[in-house]
Protein backbone atom coordinates (compact mmCIF):
# COMPACT_ATOMS: atom_id res chain seq x y z
CA UNK A 1 0.00 0.00 0.00
CA UNK A 2 2.90 2.50 0.87
CA UNK A 3 4.07 1.46 -2.53
CA UNK A 4 1.19 2.27 -4.35
CA UNK A 5 0.57 5.67 -2.67
CA UNK A 6 4.49 6.90 -3.63
CA UNK A 7 3.96 5.64 -6.73
CA UNK A 8 0.94 8.27 -6.85
CA UNK A 9 2.28 10.79 -5.16
CA UNK A 10 6.00 10.61 -7.98
CA UNK A 11 3.33 10.89 -10.52
CA UNK A 12 1.27 14.07 -8.92
CA UNK A 13 4.83 15.72 -8.74
CA UNK A 14 6.48 14.67 -11.82
CA UNK A 15 2.85 16.48 -13.10
CA UNK A 16 3.35 19.85 -11.43
CA UNK A 17 7.00 19.67 -12.56
CA UNK A 18 5.88 19.40 -15.70
CA UNK A 19 3.30 22.27 -15.67
CA UNK A 20 5.80 24.66 -13.87
CA UNK A 21 8.27 23.99 -16.85
CA UNK A 22 5.63 24.47 -19.19
CA UNK A 23 4.80 27.76 -17.93
CA UNK A 24 9.09 28.85 -17.51
CA UNK A 25 9.44 28.02 -20.95
CA UNK A 26 6.07 30.35 -22.12
CA UNK A 27 7.51 33.32 -19.43
CA UNK A 28 10.57 33.35 -20.96
CA UNK A 29 9.38 32.93 -24.96
CA UNK A 30 6.55 35.91 -24.48
CA UNK A 31 8.86 38.03 -22.30
CA UNK A 32 12.29 37.50 -23.86
CA UNK A 33 11.77 35.40 -26.97
CA UNK A 34 13.62 32.71 -26.21
CA UNK A 35 12.76 29.74 -28.18
CA UNK A 36 15.56 26.81 -26.61
CA UNK A 37 17.57 26.34 -23.75
CA UNK A 38 20.23 27.81 -25.91
CA UNK A 39 18.95 31.31 -25.94
CA UNK A 40 18.10 30.68 -22.70
CA UNK A 41 21.85 30.26 -22.04
CA UNK A 42 22.92 33.11 -23.98
CA UNK A 43 20.36 35.58 -22.26
CA UNK A 44 22.00 34.67 -19.04
CA UNK A 45 25.40 35.34 -20.45
CA UNK A 46 24.01 38.64 -21.84
CA UNK A 47 22.74 39.55 -18.86
CA UNK A 48 25.71 38.63 -16.54
CA UNK A 49 27.86 40.84 -18.70
CA UNK A 50 25.74 43.44 -18.75
CA UNK A 51 25.56 43.35 -14.97
CA UNK A 52 29.17 42.98 -14.65
CA UNK A 53 29.81 46.23 -16.75
CA UNK A 54 27.14 48.19 -15.13
CA UNK A 55 28.75 47.32 -11.50
CA UNK A 56 32.35 47.82 -12.72
CA UNK A 57 31.01 51.44 -14.00
CA UNK A 58 29.42 51.89 -10.89
CA UNK A 59 32.60 51.28 -8.74
CA UNK A 60 34.48 53.86 -10.87
CA UNK A 61 31.96 55.98 -10.45
CA UNK A 62 32.07 55.83 -6.74
CA UNK A 63 35.80 55.95 -6.42
CA UNK A 64 36.16 59.12 -8.66
CA UNK A 65 33.27 60.84 -6.27
CA UNK A 66 35.49 59.73 -3.00
CA UNK A 67 38.24 61.31 -4.31
CA UNK A 68 36.36 64.71 -5.07
CA UNK A 69 34.82 64.62 -1.70
CA UNK A 70 38.42 64.46 -0.25
CA UNK A 71 39.35 66.93 -1.75
CA UNK A 72 36.79 69.29 -0.93
CA UNK A 73 37.46 68.44 2.51
CA UNK A 74 41.24 69.47 2.42
Same mark, same amino acid.
Given at each position: !?? &???? =?? @?? +???? /? @?? +?? @????? %??? %???? #??? #?????? *??? =???? #? @? &? =? &?? %? /? #???? +????? %? *? !? *??? +????
Amino acid at each position: !MK &TKAF =IN @ES +KQRE /S @EL +KG @ERSAI %LRQ %LKEE #DGC #DSAEEV *EQL =IQRN #D @E &T =I &TR %L /S #DELN +KGMRE %L *E !M *ELK +KIRE
